[in-house]
């Protein structure tokens, strides 16, 4: 091989492996903004999952205090007006 041919080969190899490694940097920060984009909607979705969280713990404890019977008649009172059977006297000032 002569030494032109030689340097043409080299100078073919340089720039192939100059496109390739182009190409690797390209690729490796697109994925590191691709994996902050995750991490950003990873932190948003825990955050989320924790307020849903609260927000089920809160349902929860107010579905148990509707189950109390004392609650119930409470809201009857306040909401309805109703009153007891057994003879309850109901004063009305207006």
Do not use: H, W
């Not at 080969?9 to 691709?34: D, E, M, N």
């Not at 924790?50 to 909401?79: H, M």
Request: hydrophobic share 45%; glycine share 6%.
């Amino acid at each position: 091989m002569t030494q032109a041919k030689l340097a043409q080969t080299i100078k073919l190899i340089t720039v192939l492996a100059s496109v390739l490694l182009f190409a690797l940097v390209c690729v490796i920060g697109y994925q590191y903004i691709r994996m902050g984009a995750l991490s950003n909607r990873s932190v948003s979705l825990d955050r989320k999952i924790s307020e849903l969280s609260v927000t089920e713990s809160n349902l929860r404890n107010g579905i148990e205090a509707r189950k109390d019977p004392s609650y119930v008649e409470q809201q009857a009172r306040e909401n309805l007006g109703m009153i007891r059977v057994n003879g309850e006297v109901v004063y009305i000032v207006g």
